[in-house]
């Protein structure tokens, strides 16, 4: 299994973590886990994904 790695954009900040990605990212939308990478108010209430459009 492919750790996921979490990366803090324009910093050196990153977790590892080893899980399947669309765990950790099913766990950080549901609120069930979290990481010090993202501020303390993500997700949003109501987390939701809008489709790409150009």
């Known amino acids: 299994?492919?750790?996921?790695?979490?990366?803090e954009a324009?910093?050196?900040s990153?977790?590892?973590?080893?899980?399947?990605?669309?765990?950790?990212?099913?766990?950080?939308?549901?609120?069930?886990s979290s990481t010090p990478v993202f501020p303390d108010d993500f997700p949003s209430v109501h987390p939701a994904f809008d489709p790409f459009t150009q």
């Open 1 to 7: 299994m492919w750790p996921t790695i979490i990366v």
């Open 10 to 12: 324009g910093l050196l």
């Open 14 to 32: 990153f977790e590892v973590l080893h899980r399947l990605s669309p765990e950790v990212v099913l766990d950080l939308l549901s609120g069930s």
